[in-house]
């Protein structure tokens, strides 16, 4: 079983910049794509960027410019570098993983992780 453990979660005020880190661990083959996602209290989880396994990277709108994110391979880690925090950016953050496993035939095939997320708050 694979674990996704994320990090650096905090209290931040607005233009701030914070740092988010996750960590996969487990019964890895190889991490294809990660990503993160966020919620907002009694809103619907989003995308806010994702990267795949060779360095291809994708944005939400409300993050470009702001946020960057980037992946250790060896380590199978990724992370989100926040700048510029916004009130808006509040919510809950959720690392994900798309896992390549080998079954017991030696069939490779593709799973979904996730994280139990980091609360990041953005408040004077």
């Known amino acids: 079983q694979v674990q996704l453990v994320e990090s650096g979660g905090g209290l931040v005020q607005p233009g701030g910049s914070l740092r988010l880190s996750c960590a996969a661990s487990?019964?890895?083959?190889?991490?294809?794509?990660m990503g993160w996602y966020r919620q907002a209290p009694g809103k619907q989880r989003e995308l806010v960027t994702v990267?795949?396994?060779?360095?291809?990277?994708n944005y939400a709108d409300s993050v470009k410019g702001r946020f960057t994110i980037s992946r250790d391979n060896a380590k199978n880690t990724v992370s989100l570098q926040m700048n510029s925090l916004k009130p808006e950016d509040t919510g809950v953050y959720y690392c994900h993983a798309e896992v390549a496993e080998i079954n017991a035939k030696g069939g490779e095939y593709g799973v979904d992780y996730w994280g139990k997320g980091t609360l990041v708050t953005v408040s004077s």
């Open positions: 487990g019964s890895i083959f190889s991490v294809r794509t």
């Open positions: 990267i795949t396994g060779d360095g291809s990277t």
